[in-house]
Protein backbone atom coordinates (compact mmCIF):
# COMPACT_ATOMS: atom_id res chain seq x y z
CA UNK A 1 0.00 0.00 0.00
CA UNK A 2 0.90 3.46 -0.63
CA UNK A 3 -0.76 6.38 1.10
CA UNK A 4 -0.19 10.08 1.16
CA UNK A 5 0.31 12.76 3.86
CA UNK A 6 -2.63 12.57 6.75
CA UNK A 7 -5.83 12.19 5.30
CA UNK A 8 -4.37 9.00 3.01
CA UNK A 9 -2.91 7.44 6.32
CA UNK A 10 -6.50 8.08 8.00
CA UNK A 11 -8.73 6.46 4.39
CA UNK A 12 -6.05 3.38 4.26
CA UNK A 13 -6.13 2.56 8.14
CA UNK A 14 -10.06 2.36 7.83
CA UNK A 15 -9.27 0.00 5.15
CA UNK A 16 -6.63 -1.90 6.36
CA UNK A 17 -8.89 -2.74 9.38
CA UNK A 18 -11.73 -4.17 7.37
CA UNK A 19 -9.25 -6.04 5.47
CA UNK A 20 -7.49 -7.55 8.69
CA UNK A 21 -11.07 -8.82 9.47
CA UNK A 22 -11.45 -10.54 6.64
CA UNK A 23 -7.99 -11.76 6.02
CA UNK A 24 -6.78 -12.29 9.24
CA UNK A 25 -2.79 -13.21 8.55
CA UNK A 26 -2.94 -10.16 5.88
CA UNK A 27 0.77 -8.45 5.77
CA UNK A 28 1.12 -5.04 4.49
CA UNK A 29 3.86 -2.56 4.05
CA UNK A 30 5.17 0.29 1.59
CA UNK A 31 4.19 3.68 2.26
CA UNK A 32 2.26 4.73 5.37
CA UNK A 33 1.55 6.69 8.61
CA UNK A 34 0.85 6.12 12.33
CA UNK A 35 -2.80 4.76 11.64
CA UNK A 36 -1.86 2.51 9.27
CA UNK A 37 1.46 1.30 11.68
CA UNK A 38 -1.38 0.70 14.59
CA UNK A 39 -2.78 -2.02 12.09
CA UNK A 40 0.48 -4.23 11.73
CA UNK A 41 1.91 -1.79 8.54
CA UNK A 42 5.55 -1.70 7.67
CA UNK A 43 6.17 1.95 6.78
CA UNK A 44 9.58 1.35 4.41
CA UNK A 45 9.31 5.02 3.66
CA UNK A 46 6.72 7.73 6.25
CA UNK A 47 4.25 8.91 4.30
CA UNK A 48 5.42 12.47 5.05
CA UNK A 49 7.70 12.05 1.98
CA UNK A 50 4.35 12.54 -0.50
CA UNK A 51 2.58 15.47 1.66
CA UNK A 52 3.57 17.88 -0.75
CA UNK A 53 0.99 20.20 -3.00
CA UNK A 54 1.10 22.13 -6.04
CA UNK A 55 2.92 22.15 -8.96
CA UNK A 56 5.62 24.14 -7.56
CA UNK A 57 6.53 22.35 -4.38
CA UNK A 58 6.14 19.18 -6.29
CA UNK A 59 8.76 19.95 -8.62
CA UNK A 60 11.25 20.90 -6.02
CA UNK A 61 10.71 17.74 -4.60
CA UNK A 62 10.61 15.64 -7.81
CA UNK A 63 13.84 13.93 -7.83
CA UNK A 64 13.12 12.52 -4.40
CA UNK A 65 9.77 11.61 -5.05
CA UNK A 66 10.64 9.71 -8.31
CA UNK A 67 13.96 7.96 -6.60
CA UNK A 68 11.35 6.65 -3.69
CA UNK A 69 8.99 5.34 -6.31
CA UNK A 70 11.69 3.67 -8.83
CA UNK A 71 13.04 2.11 -5.71
CA UNK A 72 9.93 1.41 -4.42
CA UNK A 73 8.79 -0.26 -7.49
CA UNK A 74 11.70 -2.10 -8.16
CA UNK A 75 11.21 -4.02 -4.38
CA UNK A 76 7.49 -5.08 -5.46
CA UNK A 77 8.75 -6.69 -8.84
CA UNK A 78 11.26 -8.48 -7.36
CA UNK A 79 9.37 -9.67 -4.65
CA UNK A 80 5.90 -9.36 -6.06
CA UNK A 81 2.54 -8.91 -3.57
CA UNK A 82 -0.71 -10.58 -4.15
CA UNK A 83 -2.02 -6.84 -4.62
CA UNK A 84 -0.70 -3.55 -4.42
CA UNK A 85 -3.36 -0.85 -2.82
CA UNK A 86 -2.79 2.70 -3.51
CA UNK A 87 -4.35 5.15 -1.39
CA UNK A 88 -5.37 8.36 -3.37
CA UNK A 89 -1.62 10.39 -4.01
CA UNK A 90 -2.41 10.16 -7.55
CA UNK A 91 0.61 11.68 -9.11
CA UNK A 92 2.55 9.05 -7.32
CA UNK A 93 0.45 6.28 -7.38
CA UNK A 94 -0.75 5.81 -11.21
CA UNK A 95 2.59 5.98 -12.45
CA UNK A 96 4.15 3.13 -10.09
CA UNK A 97 0.45 1.09 -10.52
CA UNK A 98 1.25 1.42 -14.34
CA UNK A 99 4.69 -0.17 -13.71
CA UNK A 100 3.71 -2.66 -11.73
CA UNK A 101 0.60 -3.82 -13.50
CA UNK A 102 2.75 -3.79 -16.16
CA UNK A 103 4.85 -6.24 -14.76
CA UNK A 104 1.65 -8.72 -13.85
CA UNK A 105 1.18 -6.83 -9.92
CA UNK A 106 -3.44 -6.71 -9.71
CA UNK A 107 -3.38 -2.66 -9.00
CA UNK A 108 -6.44 -1.53 -6.87
CA UNK A 109 -6.99 2.48 -6.59
CA UNK A 110 -9.02 3.83 -3.45
CA UNK A 111 -10.44 6.71 -3.83
CA UNK A 112 -11.08 8.20 -7.22
CA UNK A 113 -9.12 11.31 -8.67
CA UNK A 114 -11.09 14.01 -8.97
CA UNK A 115 -11.38 13.41 -12.78
CA UNK A 116 -15.07 14.96 -13.04
CA UNK A 117 -13.84 18.10 -11.84
CA UNK A 118 -9.98 18.56 -13.58
CA UNK A 119 -7.65 16.92 -14.88
CA UNK A 120 -10.59 14.42 -17.00
CA UNK A 121 -8.09 13.38 -19.52
CA UNK A 122 -6.39 11.42 -16.49
CA UNK A 123 -8.64 8.58 -16.90
CA UNK A 124 -6.70 7.28 -19.59
CA UNK A 125 -3.80 6.89 -17.42
CA UNK A 126 -5.69 5.72 -14.96
CA UNK A 127 -6.95 3.14 -17.63
CA UNK A 128 -3.14 1.88 -17.93
CA UNK A 129 -3.03 1.74 -14.15
CA UNK A 130 -5.85 -0.01 -12.14
CA UNK A 131 -7.40 -2.93 -12.17
CA UNK A 132 -10.52 -1.73 -9.86
CA UNK A 133 -11.16 1.62 -8.68
CA UNK A 134 -12.63 1.81 -5.44
CA UNK A 135 -15.34 5.32 -5.63
CA UNK A 136 -15.61 6.91 -2.50
CA UNK A 137 -18.91 9.23 -4.21
CA UNK A 138 -22.12 7.50 -6.25
CA UNK A 139 -21.42 9.31 -8.99
CA UNK A 140 -18.26 7.71 -9.85
CA UNK A 141 -18.62 4.35 -10.79
CA UNK A 142 -20.55 5.16 -14.21
CA UNK A 143 -17.63 7.52 -15.25
CA UNK A 144 -15.44 4.81 -14.53
CA UNK A 145 -17.28 1.99 -16.58
CA UNK A 146 -17.78 3.94 -19.72
CA UNK A 147 -14.25 4.31 -19.92
CA UNK A 148 -13.98 0.25 -19.44
CA UNK A 149 -12.64 0.52 -15.61
CA UNK A 150 -14.06 -2.04 -13.18
CA UNK A 151 -15.27 0.30 -10.35
CA UNK A 152 -17.17 -0.56 -7.26
CA UNK A 153 -19.10 2.62 -5.18
CA UNK A 154 -17.90 1.62 -1.41
CA UNK A 155 -19.29 4.80 0.13
CA UNK A 156 -17.10 6.55 2.66
CA UNK A 157 -15.22 5.44 5.46
CA UNK A 158 -15.88 8.33 7.40
CA UNK A 159 -19.38 8.13 7.24
CA UNK A 160 -19.08 5.07 9.13
CA UNK A 161 -16.28 5.94 11.34
CA UNK A 162 -18.17 9.36 11.97
CA UNK A 163 -21.30 8.90 14.58
CA UNK A 164 -24.59 10.31 12.57
CA UNK A 165 -25.31 11.98 15.99
CA UNK A 166 -21.58 14.22 16.88
CA UNK A 167 -20.64 13.66 20.88
CA UNK A 168 -20.61 17.32 21.41
CA UNK A 169 -20.68 17.69 25.00
CA UNK A 170 -18.83 14.43 25.61
CA UNK A 171 -16.10 16.05 23.47
CA UNK A 172 -16.52 19.88 24.74
CA UNK A 173 -15.49 18.14 27.92
CA UNK A 174 -12.71 16.48 26.78
CA UNK A 175 -11.52 19.83 25.27
CA UNK A 176 -11.86 22.09 28.77
CA UNK A 177 -15.16 24.10 26.99
CA UNK A 178 -18.33 24.99 28.78
CA UNK A 179 -21.65 23.62 27.18
CA UNK A 180 -23.14 27.61 26.69
CA UNK A 181 -19.59 28.48 24.87
CA UNK A 182 -19.50 29.87 21.41
CA UNK A 183 -16.67 28.09 19.67
CA UNK A 184 -15.25 28.46 16.35
CA UNK A 185 -12.89 25.47 15.13
CA UNK A 186 -9.99 26.69 13.27
CA UNK A 187 -8.78 23.78 10.52
CA UNK A 188 -5.75 25.53 8.40
CA UNK A 189 -4.35 22.43 7.18
CA UNK A 190 -2.29 19.12 7.62
CA UNK A 191 0.74 19.97 4.99
CA UNK A 192 3.66 22.38 5.77
CA UNK A 193 2.15 24.68 2.49
CA UNK A 194 -1.15 24.89 3.85
CA UNK A 195 0.56 26.30 7.37
CA UNK A 196 2.50 28.59 5.11
CA UNK A 197 -0.06 30.32 2.89
CA UNK A 198 -3.48 29.71 4.77
CA UNK A 199 -3.05 29.64 8.87
CA UNK A 200 -1.83 33.60 8.60
CA UNK A 201 -4.85 34.48 7.12
CA UNK A 202 -7.02 32.59 9.61
CA UNK A 203 -5.12 33.23 12.29
CA UNK A 204 -5.87 37.09 11.78
CA UNK A 205 -9.74 36.15 10.92
CA UNK A 206 -9.19 34.92 14.77
CA UNK A 207 -7.92 37.70 15.68
CA UNK A 208 -10.59 40.00 14.02
CA UNK A 209 -13.57 37.86 15.24
CA UNK A 210 -11.90 38.43 18.57
CA UNK A 211 -12.20 41.61 18.73
CA UNK A 212 -15.66 41.66 17.40
CA UNK A 213 -17.27 38.93 19.61
CA UNK A 214 -15.18 38.47 22.49
CA UNK A 215 -17.09 35.72 23.73
CA UNK A 216 -16.00 33.57 21.03
CA UNK A 217 -13.90 30.83 21.71
CA UNK A 218 -11.71 29.67 19.15
CA UNK A 219 -9.53 25.70 18.89
CA UNK A 220 -6.96 25.19 16.35
CA UNK A 221 -5.93 21.01 16.04
CA UNK A 222 -2.62 21.16 13.90
CA UNK A 223 -1.17 18.06 13.24
CA UNK A 224 2.22 17.51 15.75
CA UNK A 225 4.91 17.61 12.76
CA UNK A 226 3.77 21.20 12.42
CA UNK A 227 2.68 22.85 15.73
CA UNK A 228 6.83 24.21 15.58
CA UNK A 229 5.21 26.05 11.88
CA UNK A 230 2.04 26.98 13.87
CA UNK A 231 3.18 28.29 17.27
CA UNK A 232 5.29 31.48 15.51
CA UNK A 233 2.45 32.32 13.48
CA UNK A 234 -0.41 32.20 15.88
CA UNK A 235 2.17 34.62 18.57
CA UNK A 236 2.67 36.90 15.58
CA UNK A 237 -1.09 37.26 14.20
CA UNK A 238 -3.14 36.36 17.06
CA UNK A 239 -1.40 36.83 20.30
CA UNK A 240 -4.57 37.88 22.02
CA UNK A 241 -7.16 36.18 20.99
CA UNK A 242 -8.74 32.99 23.74
CA UNK A 243 -7.64 30.62 20.99
CA UNK A 244 -6.38 26.84 22.21
CA UNK A 245 -4.00 24.79 20.36
CA UNK A 246 -4.13 20.92 20.34
CA UNK A 247 -2.25 18.36 18.95
CA UNK A 248 -4.42 16.52 16.71
CA UNK A 249 -7.73 15.60 18.20
CA UNK A 250 -9.46 16.99 14.72
CA UNK A 251 -12.52 15.16 15.01
CA UNK A 252 -12.94 16.30 18.71
CA UNK A 253 -12.81 19.88 17.99
CA UNK A 254 -15.02 19.28 15.27
CA UNK A 255 -17.60 17.54 17.53
CA UNK A 256 -17.31 20.50 20.21
CA UNK A 257 -17.93 23.43 17.83
CA UNK A 258 -20.62 25.80 16.30
CA UNK A 259 -18.77 26.22 13.14
CA UNK A 260 -15.67 25.83 11.46
CA UNK A 261 -13.20 28.03 9.26
CA UNK A 262 -11.25 25.31 7.39
CA UNK A 263 -8.89 24.69 4.36
CA UNK A 264 -10.59 22.66 1.30
CA UNK A 265 -9.96 19.25 1.23
CA UNK A 266 -11.18 15.75 2.80
CA UNK A 267 -11.56 18.02 6.42
CA UNK A 268 -14.24 19.80 4.73
CA UNK A 269 -16.01 16.13 4.07
CA UNK A 270 -15.08 15.34 8.48
CA UNK A 271 -17.25 18.94 9.14
CA UNK A 272 -19.99 18.01 7.44
CA UNK A 273 -20.16 14.41 8.67
CA UNK A 274 -20.03 16.08 12.22
CA UNK A 275 -22.98 18.55 10.85
CA UNK A 276 -20.50 21.80 11.40
CA UNK A 277 -21.91 24.95 8.95
CA UNK A 278 -18.53 25.94 7.93
CA UNK A 279 -16.36 28.21 5.63
CA UNK A 280 -14.31 26.75 3.13
CA UNK A 281 -11.12 28.83 2.30
CA UNK A 282 -7.71 27.73 0.31
CA UNK A 283 -4.70 30.08 -0.71
CA UNK A 284 -1.52 28.87 -2.31
CA UNK A 285 1.61 29.87 -3.80
CA UNK A 286 0.72 32.81 -6.59
CA UNK A 287 2.29 30.64 -9.39
CA UNK A 288 0.67 27.55 -8.53
CA UNK A 289 -2.93 29.77 -8.04
CA UNK A 290 -2.33 31.30 -11.49
CA UNK A 291 -1.51 27.47 -13.15
CA UNK A 292 -4.39 25.79 -11.44
CA UNK A 293 -7.24 28.18 -11.45
CA UNK A 294 -8.90 27.88 -15.07
CA UNK A 295 -8.25 24.03 -14.67
CA UNK A 296 -11.70 23.07 -13.00
CA UNK A 297 -15.02 21.90 -14.65
CA UNK A 298 -16.94 22.21 -11.88
CA UNK A 299 -17.91 25.90 -9.63
CA UNK A 300 -17.20 24.54 -6.09
CA UNK A 301 -14.17 22.68 -4.20
CA UNK A 302 -15.48 22.08 -1.42
CA UNK A 303 -16.58 18.28 -0.84
CA UNK A 304 -19.58 18.95 0.68
CA UNK A 305 -20.78 21.56 -2.15
CA UNK A 306 -19.51 18.90 -5.28
CA UNK A 307 -22.03 16.60 -3.62
CA UNK A 308 -24.48 18.95 -3.07
CA UNK A 309 -24.01 20.65 -6.52
CA UNK A 310 -24.91 23.81 -5.12
CA UNK A 311 -23.22 26.41 -2.76
CA UNK A 312 -24.02 25.21 0.63
CA UNK A 313 -21.61 26.46 2.20
CA UNK A 314 -19.43 29.28 1.15
CA UNK A 315 -16.02 29.04 -0.93
CA UNK A 316 -13.00 32.05 -0.59
CA UNK A 317 -10.13 30.87 -2.58
CA UNK A 318 -6.82 32.82 -2.68
CA UNK A 319 -7.35 36.99 -2.80
CA UNK A 320 -10.92 36.15 -1.51
CA UNK A 321 -9.78 34.25 1.60
CA UNK A 322 -9.00 37.61 3.65
CA UNK A 323 -9.80 38.66 6.91
CA UNK A 324 -12.39 40.68 6.62
CA UNK A 325 -14.60 38.33 4.57
CA UNK A 326 -13.78 35.58 6.15
CA UNK A 327 -14.65 37.07 9.25
CA UNK A 328 -17.95 37.91 8.13
CA UNK A 329 -18.84 34.93 6.57
CA UNK A 330 -18.20 32.90 10.10
CA UNK A 331 -20.33 35.52 11.82
CA UNK A 332 -23.21 34.99 9.40
CA UNK A 333 -23.53 31.26 10.46
CA UNK A 334 -23.55 31.86 13.93
CA UNK A 335 -26.20 35.29 13.43
CA UNK A 336 -28.54 32.84 11.38
CA UNK A 337 -29.42 29.85 13.79
CA UNK A 338 -32.09 28.88 10.91
CA UNK A 339 -30.17 28.62 8.16
CA UNK A 340 -27.10 27.10 10.13
CA UNK A 341 -29.87 24.16 11.09
CA UNK A 342 -30.86 23.94 7.65
CA UNK A 343 -27.07 23.13 6.18
CA UNK A 344 -26.93 20.48 9.27
CA UNK A 345 -30.10 18.87 8.06
CA UNK A 346 -28.62 18.87 4.73
CA UNK A 347 -25.04 17.24 5.90
CA UNK A 348 -27.35 14.27 7.92
CA UNK A 349 -28.78 13.49 4.25
CA UNK A 350 -25.61 13.22 2.91
CA UNK A 351 -24.30 11.19 5.70
CA UNK A 352 -26.97 8.58 5.18
CA UNK A 353 -26.23 8.36 1.87
CA UNK A 354 -21.94 8.12 2.45
CA UNK A 355 -22.81 5.27 4.95
CA UNK A 356 -21.79 2.07 3.41
CA UNK A 357 -19.61 -0.21 5.79
CA UNK A 358 -17.09 0.53 3.56
CA UNK A 359 -14.55 -1.62 5.18
CA UNK A 360 -16.58 -4.59 3.88
CA UNK A 361 -18.07 -3.08 0.67
CA UNK A 362 -14.05 -2.32 0.09
CA UNK A 363 -12.96 -6.03 1.06
CA UNK A 364 -15.64 -7.89 -1.29
CA UNK A 365 -13.89 -6.02 -4.25
CA UNK A 366 -10.85 -6.39 -3.11
CA UNK A 367 -11.72 -10.01 -2.98
CA UNK A 368 -12.71 -9.97 -6.52
CA UNK A 369 -9.56 -8.98 -7.94
CA UNK A 370 -7.86 -11.35 -6.19
CA UNK A 371 -10.06 -13.81 -7.30
CA UNK A 372 -8.88 -12.99 -10.76
CA UNK A 373 -5.77 -12.91 -10.48
Keep these: MVAGETSGDLLAGLLLSGLRERWPGLQSAGIGGPKMAALGFEAWWPYEKLAVNGFVEVLRHYRELSGIRTQLGDRLLADPPSLFIGVDAPDFNLGLEARLKAGGIKSVHFVSPSIWAWRGKRIHKIHQSVDHMLCLFPFEPEIYERAGIPASYVGHPLADKIPLEPPRAAARQALGLAEGDTVVAVLPGSRGSEIKYIAPAFLQTVARLARLRPELRFVMPVVPRLRAMVDPLVAQYAPDAPLTVVEGRSHEVLAACDVTLIASGTATLEAAL ?24 LPWVGLPNILAREFLVPERLQHDANPDRLAQDVLDWLDNPAKADAVRQRFTEMHH ?8 CASDAIAQVLQAR
Design 274 to 297: FKVPMVIAYRLNTLNWHLMKNMGY
Design 353 to 360: LLKRDTAR
